[in-house]
């Protein structure tokens, strides 16, 4: 395991259908961060674990947003009701606790038609 | 509201130059900062800086902190085509539970041979 990975790493599906992404962080790392990116910003902060445990979600995480991470290792972001608004880049971090620096994966790019 | 801001947002320059990449922030409880390299996917991590004035270096890279001025720059020496890039600059928040990452637009970095 040398790095954080999502799946899938495309994914275009039409609006109002669900989707869903999976991280898999690095295997030592006990916080796991979703963002999201749009063309030309900088990634913006959805929601955070630390563990099993979901401590902070932003305010951009609206009730169609849904995340776990089950068992503290991989997690999944849920999107219900896709809207075209959604359509962005998914990125996942990963770091230890204790420390500042957050790996992130490729990321799942979405586009909602 | 936690804010960074880099500037410029875009620049291009010819390969052997040395650029000079800022960032400002204004945030509440300041962790760290962090510079990150984007090309087509994940950012990559650069450097994170906690302490104003100590200097990080990483061949033909260097980053500095002013905790009272609250900016941070990044200087690229002997620019080469393979620096073309997006360079972000995120700094970490203490929240209650943990820390997150505010990032900025990002400077898009352009090296022409």
């Known amino acids: 395991d040398t790095g954080v990975s999502q799946n899938p790493r495309h994914k275009i599906t039409k609006r109002g259908q669900n989707v869903t992404f999976r991280c898999d962080p690095i295997?030592?790392?006990?916080?796991l961060y979703w963002y999201r990116q749009t063309l030309g910003q900088g990634p913006e902060f959805l929601t955070y674990f630390q563990n099993e445990a979901q401590l902070e979600k932003s305010r951009l995480l609206s009730d169609r947003f849904s995340a776990e991470r089950p068992k503290g290792s991989f997690s999944t972001l849920e999107i219900q009701r896709t809207e075209q608004g959604d359509s962005a880049m998914y990125l996942c971090?990963?770091?230890?606790?204790?420390?500042?620096?957050?790996?992130f994966g490729p990321g799942t790019r979405l586009l909602v038609l | 509201e936690d804010k960074v801001v880099q500037s410029p947002l875009s620049l291009v320059v010819h390969e052997g130059d040395t650029v000079t990449l800022n960032c400002s922030y204004e945030v509440t409880n300041f962790r760290s900062l962090l510079w990150y390299k984007q090309e087509k996917k994940a950012p990559t991590f650069l450097f994170m800086l906690?302490?104003?004035?100590i200097e990080k270096k990483s061949g033909r890279l260097s980053s500095i902190l002013d905790k009272k001025e609250l900016f941070s720059i990044l200087n690229i020496t002997a620019t080469q085509t393979g620096d073309s890039a997006i360079y972000l600059c995120?700094?970490?928040?203490?929240?209650?539970?943990?820390?997150?990452?505010?990032f900025g637009e990002g400077t898009q970095l352009t090296v022409n041979p």
């Open positions: 295997s030592e790392h006990n916080r």
């Open positions: 971090a990963s770091s230890v606790q204790g420390t500042e620096t957050q790996y």
């Open positions: 906690t302490s104003s004035g």
């Open positions: 995120a700094v970490g928040v203490r929240e209650t539970s943990g820390s997150r990452l505010t």
